[in-house]
Antibody, heavy 123, light 105 residues
């Protein structure tokens, strides 16, 4: 059973950098046709895809955040990471990591999710 | 691609048949997924590729549609089904979600 777990600071000051880690267990992050994704959800609101990365390091981002976001991966530690620079209060959200399942070149779904971590941007 | 879910809120009773609609602003073939989210929890995958039931999901959940109009149907609502449901398109970047449908008692 694949499990994902987010970790990182729960409080970040405005203009600083938000950094999160997702640790994958139950399977190798290098195996299979998967991309490793970040999604966020502001309190009381809907879901927003941030970006994802393949095991080889190919990354795709939501243009709404692209200039401030970096997703990276460390296959030796079975972890992937999110960095968001120059944060504002609008970046306050629950951040989820998830596994994105591909069949060939076609993305099908996000089949496994971490429980999420609340990150608050406040001075 | 914008996804518009309707209704945004739905009041229903145990045993009811419930249908939620998701409309895409342009065609997405059959590349639509449905998720269920309960308060304080991560979304759970229910259906992908418009109508394929994820392993372990009860058969009272079903999906249909293609192109721009899709539906999620719960044939007989159970107490554990009261939650918020989201559609997601995976045909084009950026990947997008609908605004959600909250199913309440």
């Amino acid at each position: 059973q694949v499990q994902l777990q987010e970790s990182g600071p729960g409080l970040v000051k405005p203009s600083q950098t938000l950094s999160l880690t997702c640790t994958v267990s139950g399977d190798s992050i290098s195996s299979g046709d998967y991309y490793w994704s970040w999604i966020r959800q502001p309190p009381g609101k809907g879901l927003e895809w941030i970006g994802y990365i393949s095991r080889s390091g190919s990354a795709y981002y939501n243009p709404s955040l692209k200039s401030r976001v970096t997703v990276s991966i460390d296959t030796s530690r079975n972890q992937f990471f999110l960095r968001v620079t120059s944060v504002t209060v609008a970046d306050t959200a629950v951040y989820f990591c998830a596994r994105a399942l591909f069949r060939g070149y076609q993305l099908l779904n996000f089949d496994y999710w971490g429980p999420g971590i609340l990150v608050t941007v406040s001075s | 691609i914008q996804l518009t879910q309707s209704p945004s809120f739905l009041s229903a009773s145990v045993g009811d048949r419930v249908t939620i609609t998701c409309r895409a602003s342009q065609g997405i073939r059959s590349y639509l997924a449905w998720y269920q989210q309960k308060p304080g929890k991560a979304p759970k995958l229910l259906i992908y590729s418009a109508f394929t039931l994820q392993s372990g999901v009860p058969s009272r959940f079903s999906g249909s549609g293609s192109g721009t109009e899709f539906t999620l149907t719960i044939s007989s609502l159970q107490p554990e089904d009261f939650a918020t449901y989201y559609c997601q398109q995976v045909n084009n970047y950026p990947l997008t979600f609908g605004g959600g449908t909250k199913v309440e008692i």
